[in-house]
């Protein structure tokens, strides 16, 4: 789901702020959710039709996907004189692939089979819609 200037699975803050657990096996480390850790995740799995979608929109935190089961698309926009540009080519999802979107990035996404997917929110999840 990133283009070249987006955020990708080694620079997103999903992977930071692990902790060691004692007496886990060595090697395990895990990040908590949020609200318990302030400095967790939020984790959603989620279920969408086809034929759903999602308006362009932003979340204050970065975001990855996961998609267990299904095909959906996802388009990133710019913003220029409050009007809403497309960004690049739509992106295609299929299952088993996981994408990323840096915190503020607009974008949409249409569920174009059913879906199942793991939704991961660095911090507190947000949705800003973008009109």
Not at 2 to 8: G, K, L, P
Not at 57 to 76: A, C, I, N, R, Y
Not at 86 to 91: F, I, K, L, N, T
Not at 100 to 121: P, Q, S, T
């Amino acid at each position: 789901m990133s283009n070249s200037d987006e955020v990708t699975g080694e620079t997103t803050n999903i992977w930071k702020h692990h902790i060691s657990v004692p007496d886990t096996p060595e090697g395990f480390t895990v990040r908590t959710t949020f609200p318990i850790n302030p400095d967790g995740a939020e984790v959603m799995l989620e279920r969408w039709q086809a034929g759903s979608a999602e308006p362009p929109h932003s979340h204050p935190g970065d975001d990855m996907t996961v998609l267990v089961e299904g095909k959906m698309s996802v388009q990133f926009y710019t913003k220029s004189n409050n009007e809403l540009i497309a960004d690049g080519a739509e992106v295609i999802l299929n299952k088993g692939d996981t994408g990323y979107v840096k915190a503020g990035r607009i974008h949409d996404a249409k569920y174009l089979e059913d879906c199942k997917l793991v939704y991961v929110h660095d911090k507190a999840f947000g949705f800003t819609a973008e009109n």
